[in-house]
Nanobody, 125 residues
C-alpha cells in the first residue's frame, strides 16, 4: 500500500502563489507517474498536471499552462505543484495521485492507483 499526503493549500487572493506538496510513503515502486487533479464544488474531478518518471515529460490542462509547474523530488518521494498567478477559478480541492510501475506520463484519472485526501485551495477575487 502507498499513502499520499498533500499539504500547502490555503486561502489566498487572486494573483498570489501557492506550492502544493505531496509526500508518498509505504510500498512505493522504483518508478511511478505522478499527477495532480482538482475538484471544484459541483464539478467533476479535473486533470491539472502530470509528470513522467524522471521528470522528462510534463503535461498541463490549458487553463493552467504558464502559471503552474509540476515537479518531483524522487529522493524524498515528494511531488510538487507550484501555482502562480492564481485565479478565483482555480478554487478547488487539489489531489495528488501516483501510478506505480509507470515510466510514461499519465493524464487519465482512472489510470492512477493511489490518491491523497486532498488539500483545499481557495482564491478570492
Amino acid at each position: 500500500q502507498v499513502q499520499l499526503a498533500e499539504s500547502g493549500g490555503g486561502f489566498v487572493q487572486a494573483g498570489a502563489s501557492l506550492r502544493l506538496s505531496c509526500a508518498a510513503s509505504g510500498r512505493t515502486s522504483s518508478y511511478y507517474a505522478v499527477g495532480w487533479f482538482r475538484q471544484a464544488p459541483g464539478k467533476a474531478r479535473e486533470f491539472v498536471a502530470a509528470i513522467s518518471w524522471g521528470g522528462g515529460r510534463t503535461d498541463y490542462v490549458d487553463s493552467v499552462k504558464g502559471r503552474f509547474t509540476i515537479f518531483r523530488d524522487d529522493a524524498r518521494i515528494t511531488m510538487y505543484l507550484q501555482m502562480n498567478s492564481l485565479k478565483p477559478e482555480d478554487t478547488a480541492v487539489y489531489y495528488c495521485a501516483i501510478k506505480p510501475g509507470s515510466l510514461r506520463i499519465v493524464t487519465a484519472a482512472g489510470e492512477y492507483d493511489y490518491w491523497g485526501k486532498g488539500t483545499q485551495v481557495t482564491v478570492s477575487s
